[in-house]
């Protein structure tokens, strides 16, 4: 609910409803995703966000504010998933043909790779995008998160959940 660049706006109406809602619409049809939950902080400005998850009937988990690789990573062990599909709240018209996609493609090689993704990295960290900002969605397995976790340490890599992990990419299959 603080962002910098645009607070609230997960919650802006669009429609005649939130974004948020839209998104966990969207999030709904994509394929193999057996639950949607939302990991957002104990920020007690986001209690809107948790009252929303409730009317939704979606799952909330509150982690850290600043560390959003261990709020991610606390919410697929209290929920027990093996696999995390992590797309941000910054996305909230995702595709779901493009997750599904994304998630397909990863569970074919599920035995050789440890991560995917449809974004190769942002350009500002010297990658180049494959699909524009907005359709970003990144598979991995929770035992590398759990492995990043220990290892990263730079506060960017605690940012971004999968920053380490690329910049890293001979730690693990890409």
């Known amino acids: 609910m603080r962002s910098?660049?645009?607070?609230?706006?997960?919650?802006?109406?669009?429609?005649?409803?939130?974004?948020?809602?839209?998104?966990?619409?969207?999030?709904?049809?994509?394929k193999h995703?057996?639950?949607?939950?939302?990991?957002?902080?104990v920020d007690?400005?986001?209690?809107?966000?948790?009252?929303?998850?409730?009317?939704?009937?979606?799952p909330y988990f509150k982690g850290e504010?600043?560390?959003?690789?261990?709020?991610?990573?606390?919410?697929?062990q209290q929920f027990e998933t093996e696999i995390i599909v992590e797309i941000t709240g910054d996305n909230p018209l995702i595709d779901p043909e493009i997750s599904s996609a994304v998630i397909e493609a990863f569970l074919e090689r599920?035995?050789?790779?440890?991560y995917a993704s449809n974004d190769v990295g942002h350009h500002r960290q010297g990658f180049d995008l494959t699909?524009?900002?907005?359709?970003?969605?990144k598979v991995f397995k929770t035992s590398v998160l759990e492995k990043v976790e220990r290892l990263a340490r730079h506060p960017l890599d605690r940012e971004h959940v999968v920053n380490y992990?690329?910049?890293?990419?001979k730690l693990s299959k890409l």
């Open 4 to 30: 910098s660049r645009l607070p609230g706006k997960v919650l802006l109406p669009a429609a005649g409803k939130p974004l948020l809602s839209h998104m966990i619409e969207r999030l709904s049809r994509i």
């Open 33 to 41: 995703v057996r639950h949607i939950i939302i990991a957002s902080t």
């Open 44 to 58: 007690p400005a986001n209690l809107c966000i948790e009252e929303l998850a409730g009317d939704l009937n979606v």
């Open 65 to 76: 504010e600043i560390d959003v690789l261990k709020r991610v990573l606390r919410t697929a």
């Open 110 to 114: 599920e035995h050789s790779i440890d």
């Open 131 to 137: 699909f524009p900002f907005g359709f970003s969605t």
């Open 165 to 169: 992990l690329v910049k890293n990419a």
